[in-house]
Structures are given as structure tokens and as C-alpha cells.
């Protein structure tokens, strides 16, 4: 029987863990810390509820939250009604109910620390405080803090983003998404269970400069940090280039989620990578095609065809939406006025939102669909200065 140690607890961990092990293959499942809260809005698309329903239909204390404000410096704010509502969890107890699947699955779990991880004749010895555990595979699912240097992606400064926070004994009804000035990056603002995650992602920025802008915008909303909770995280936000050349996988070990590199890198939306890479890895697994030794190869076309190449070219927009400029104002502050102004490009953010929408076919979708006037000839515009074609990309 093949035996597949997944380092690493998180969804994606969890979710590799309890398909794996569903399956008939005996699992185990590393981690220090298992079930840990993280500062994210821990938001569920309907990308990924959709194909994975039991993130929906589960008695896992959660919000569905329908209503959306998208705001700017200079534009104000517009108000979106989703179509498809969003579903929040706390990661503290997604987390958990995604290690209680795997637990049901018949997967092994076990709180602890990997020192070291070894190849040896084909096989993998893991190194514990409690032991040594050998493996025929590793699902590297270790998060963006990847201790173990030989496995997972290589992240260099420019490939992150810095994400902080407060939870906030506060609750309201709808999500605020806040663009800022010179940021690559926003705030957010999501009602949880019983509390609200107030936080803050960018890039080239400290984690100090960053904490700064996030208690200003707090202070003007009347959001009280001092009674809140701060987590701090680094996520993965890779450029065009690392794109090209991702350590996704090597010989018998395969990285999924934050671990690979796999998060939206406009919006910073990793759940549903996580899921789809851990998927798509025990795919590989399951199938039994390969030699140990071409895993690595089926596993990078798996994802090259679901989902990379677009995040690749999200990569590429990434500075240009949240940097750039168009008749004098910021993109951010357009695409505010565009939300109030053009059912068309609410249309479109609804399914941004939703997670439907790829980045490769933005521009084509909405040119398909413009029809003269003058606010949708400022759009054409807008569109030629953001988005470049998909074959010059």
C-alpha cells in the first residue's frame, strides 16, 4: 500500500489528506500547530463552494454575507449586492472542521514537527521529536512559512505580500474592501461569526507602515484595535518571473496552496487554490501513471491547464491595478466610479467577486460587449491602458 505524508495541516493539507485517504491509502497528516487562526478575512468564494460543497453544507459556525463596499480615495464608495454570497469562517474553525474530514477519512493526524526530510531509495524518512516516518510521497501543504528549504517554492522578497490585522468583538452586516493611496494592496473589513476581521494586505511596504495605515482607517471608522486581537502573516504574491519558474514539485513530493506559491495575486485569495492544488495533487497520486520520478511533471501540466497560467497573467496586471493611472486618477478609483456608473462593469466584478471571471479573458469579455456610447468608449480606453492582450502577455 502506498503511504503519503502530508506536511502540513491547513485546508489544503487536510482536504489532500481526507481524499488520499478516503481512497484507501494510509495517510498522515504533520503538523506543529494543526487547527490556528490566521489574519485573513478567511472569505469562500462561490468558485470553490460550488465544487467543493461541503465548504457550504456543513454545521461549521459561519457568515453568508450578500452585500459588498468597494471604496477609494478620491471615487467614494459603490455598493454591490452579490449574486452568489460569500461564506466566512473563521480559519480557526474552517481549519478544524477540515482536520476533523480527514480524521473521518481514516487519515492520521499528528502534532508535530518535521526536522528534517530525507530521500532515501525512493522513499521519504521524515524526522519528528517523536520519531521517524517513512513515506512513498510528501504533499508539502506547509504554508508561505515553508521551514523545510529543499521542498515547496523559493520566495524572494518581491514574490510576498504582508498581511495583518485585528479581530474585532464587533459585528456588521456587509464586507468593506478600501483601496489606499500608492498601496499595492487594500484593506478589508468581513463580519465573521462573532467577531469582524479588520486587516490589511501589500507589498512594498513594512509590516509597520502597513499597521499605521490599517488603525488610521480604523480610527475614522470607529473600530476599536485597542480591544482587538493582532495576527500578522506573510503570503506569497509572485511575480510574472517566479511564475516561469515555480518549484511546484520535485522528485516524489508535490507543494500545494501557500507552500507552492498557489494565491491570487490582485485579490490574495488562496482557499481556493489550496483546494484545487490538493485536489489536483492527489489526482496525480491516485492515478497511478507515473514513475515516482515523473510525478512531478504530470502534476505541473495538472495545474498549467487548470489554473497557473491565469494566475501568471494576474501577476502581470497586478501592479497595474492597484499603481497605475487613467485621466488623472488612480485604476482603483475608476474601477469605483466604473462599479456606480456601468451595469456592465458591475457585471463584471460580480463575478470577480465570485471567483468565475479569469484575468485572461477580462479584456476580451467586456470589448465583446461595448456598444459606442461615451461611457463605454471611456471604458474601451480604460481597458487598452490596464489590461495589455493576452498574446502580448
Excluded at 517523536?130 to 504554508?143: F, K, P, S
Excluded at 523559493?154 to 485585528?166: H, K, W
Aim: hydrophobic share 40%.
Amino acid at each position: 500500500m502506498k503511504r503519503v505524508a502530508v506536511l502540513g495541516g491547513g485546508p489544503a493539507g487536510s482536504f489532500a489528506a481526507a481524499k488520499l485517504a478516503a481512497a484507501g491509502l494510509e495517510t498522515t497528516v504533520i503538523d506543529e500547530k494543526l487547527a490556528w487562526e490566521k489574519p485573513c478575512g478567511g472569505g469562500i468564494t462561490y468558485k470553490a463552494y460550488e465544487k467543493y460543497t461541503f465548504l457550504k453544507d456543513n454545521a461549521t459556525p459561519k457568515q453568508l454575507v450578500t452585500e459588498t463596499v468597494v471604496a477609494a480615495p478620491q471615487a467614494g464608495s459603490a455598493r454591490m449586492t452579490l449574486r452568489q454570497p460569500l461564506i466566512i469562517y473563521s480559519r480557526l474553525d474552517l481549519n478544524g472542521m477540515m482536520l476533523n474530514r480527514a480524521r473521518s477519512a481514516g487519515a492520521q493526524v499528528e502534532k508535530a514537527r518535521v526536522t528534517s526530510l530525507e530521500r532515501r531509495d525512493k522513499r521519504w524518512v521524515l524526522k519528528t521529536r517523536h520519531g521517524d516516518i517513512d513515506a512513498d510521497y510528501c504533499i508539502v501543504a506547509t504554508g508561505a512559512r515553508n521551514p523545510l528549504r529543499d521542498v515547496g517554492t523559493q520566495l524572494r522578497p518581491s514574490d510576498t505580500m504582508i498581511a495583518l490585522g485585528y479581530f474585532v468583538p464587533s459585528a456588521q452586516p456587509h464586507i468593506d474592501i478600501q483601496f489606499l493611496e500608492r498601496l499595492e494592496g487594500y484593506i478589508w473589513v468581513f463580519p465573521r461569526h462573532s467577531h469582524l476581521s479588520v486587516g490589511i494586505c501589500g507589498k512594498g511596504e513594512t509590516a509597520q507602515k502597513l499597521r499605521a495605515r490599517l488603525e488610521a482607517y480604523m480610527r475614522a471608522k470607529e473600530l476599536d484595535y485597542t480591544k482587538g486581537q493582532f495576527y500578522s502573516h506573510l503570503l506569497p504574491s509572485l511575480e510574472t518571473p517566479a511564475w516561469r519558474s515555480n518549484r511546484i514539485a520535485g522528485d516524489g513530493w508535490m507543494a500545494v496552496g501557500d507552500a507552492g506559491g498557489l494565491v491570487d495575486p490582485i485579490t490574495g485569495e488562496g482557499l481556493y487554490y489550496a483546494m484545487r492544488s490538493a485536489d489536483l495533487a492527489t489526482d496525480t497520486i491516485l492515478r497511478d501513471e507515473h514513475p515516482v520520478g515523473e510525478f512531478s511533471a504530470a502534476y505541473r501540466r495538472l495545474l498549467h491547464r487548470d489554473f497557473t497560467d491565469d494566475l501568471a497573467f494576474g501577476a502581470l496586471l497586478a501592479r497595474r491595478v492597484f499603481m497605475g493611472k487613467f485621466l488623472f486618477r488612480t485604476v482603483p478609483n475608476r474601477m469605483v466610479d466604473f462599479m456606480r456608473r456601468s451595469p456592465l462593469f458591475l457585471d463584471l466584478m460580480q463575478d470577480l467577486f465570485a471567483g468565475t471571471q479569469p484575468y485572461s479573458t477580462l479584456r476580451a469579455r467586456l470589448l465583446r460587449n461595448l456598444h459606442g456610447t461615451l461611457g463605454e468608449v471611456f471604458m474601451n480606453m480604460f481597458l487598452k491602458h490596464v489590461i495589455p492582450q493576452s498574446q502580448q502577455a
